[in-house]
């Protein structure tokens, strides 16, 4: 997304689609050696039905000759896939862009080195937490010291500036100085990301999405850090004052959406559910034919009502907040975001039973131990 914030002209653009998304998030693998507990993907266990080496190149080339500016890749873990790397240099050679996300644990030396190597390369290595404290009862036991080896062996490298990604919790909102002093000592960029009740995330968002104080402690701290990446996340606080860096809306379908390990296209990386599946790039026609041609997305594209947010002044500036928030939580699509900052959200969410929240499933988990 844009480093600025978007025009309202540019964003209206945007509200209808493009002939290709602006960035496409492809989770490569299921398989991770972690079980995070608010994991989107509920990774685990890899899917025998993955696309092979050559379905990945393929879907690479029709990316570049849809000029993808470049993927963001996550999983699971997109290093537990032994072609990794290989289909990295593959688009690179393509002139897409590589962004991938990764635990760091399996950063080896040897990796590091082959990384550091790589032109048009973005890593970011997740962390949730400014101590294995805070960090490891959500990524499991051991995973801080992994994620801070793996940082050590790309600095050592000579690779940045990396990112460090962090998904905002309550407990480690009063870390945000302390991850962003990490960052600086690393010469990295500090990335964070909003906790959505996805995947496992649905099982403890009641627990640990941030309290209202905290969201605009949250607001506050960003509005005084342009320069910290959100991807996004936070539109929905920017109905607190200035509006924050970016494009401040829901791009799903739009120009955003995710192709998860198996070829499903979805509408964004946070609905991984069949009420927002597009299609399947194995299809005829491959990924353009579901990104041009999905009745998902041409629905999605259409001017999109305020609903009960629409007496609201503040509509314009949060656009009703996060499509995959409302539905995971059991809200109507054209309700308000469940944290809304009016409170609205909240007032909408003792409305809802729990048996009214959609099913999510075990999707690829497997047990694990964690911290």
Request: hydrophobic share 40%.
């Amino acid at each position: 997304m844009s480093a600025d914030t978007a025009s309202p002209e540019l964003r209206d653009r945007f509200k209808h689609g493009l002939q290709a998304p602006i960035c496409l998030t492809w989770e490569v693998t299921y398989g991770c050696n972690l079980a995070c507990a608010h994991c989107l993907s509920s990774s685990g266990k890899r899917d025998p039905r993955e696309l092979s080496t050559e379905e990945c190149r393929h879907l690479i080339d029709e990316l570049a000759a849809m000029r993808v500016f470049y993927v963001n890749v996550g999983g699971g873990e997109p290093l537990v896939r032994r072609d990794f790397l290989d289909l990295v240099d593959h688009a690179v050679e393509r002139k897409v862009g590589v962004k991938f996300s990764t635990n760091g644990a399996l950063i080896t030396p040897a990796a590091a080195a082959r990384i550091a190597a790589t032109d048009y390369l973005d890593v970011q290595i997740s962390i949730d937490g400014a101590t294995p404290e805070t960090n490891d009862p959500v990524r499991g036991r051991g995973s801080y010291a992994m994620a801070r080896r793996g940082m050590d062996r790309l600095a050592a490298a000579g690779f940045g500036p990396f990112k460090i990604s962090v998904v905002m919790t309550r407990h480690n909102i009063p870390e945000l100085d302390a991850l962003e002093k990490i960052a600086d000592e690393y010469g990295a960029q500090l990335r964070i990301t909003r906790l959505r009740p996805s995947g496992r995330g649905a099982s403890v968002w009641d627990e640990l999405h941030p309290s209202p104080s905290q969201q605009r402690e949250l607001y506050r701290w960003l509005i005084a850090r342009p320069d910290v990446l959100t991807g996004d996340s936070f539109f929905h606080l920017s109905a607190l004052g200035e509006p924050l860096p970016g494009l401040n809306l829901c791009g799903a379908g739009r120009v955003v959406c995710l192709v998860d390990p198996v070829g499903d296209v979805y509408a964004c990386p946070f609905v991984l559910h069949d009420e927002f599946l597009a299609g399947n790039v194995r299809a005829p026609g491959g990924f353009a034919g579901v990104w041009r041609e999905s009745a998902l997305f041409a629905e999605l594209r259409e001017p999109q009502s305020a609903g009960a947010c629409a007496s609201c002044g503040l509509y314009d500036k949060c656009q009703g907040g996060c499509m995959a928030a409302k539905f995971f939580t059991g809200m109507p699509l054209d309700g308000p975001d469940p944290e809304c900052v009016l409170g609205h959200g909240e007032l909408e969410l003792v409305k809802v039973a729990a048996d009214e929240r959609p099913l999510v499933g075990a999707g690829h988990s497997r047990r694990l131990r964690a911290g």
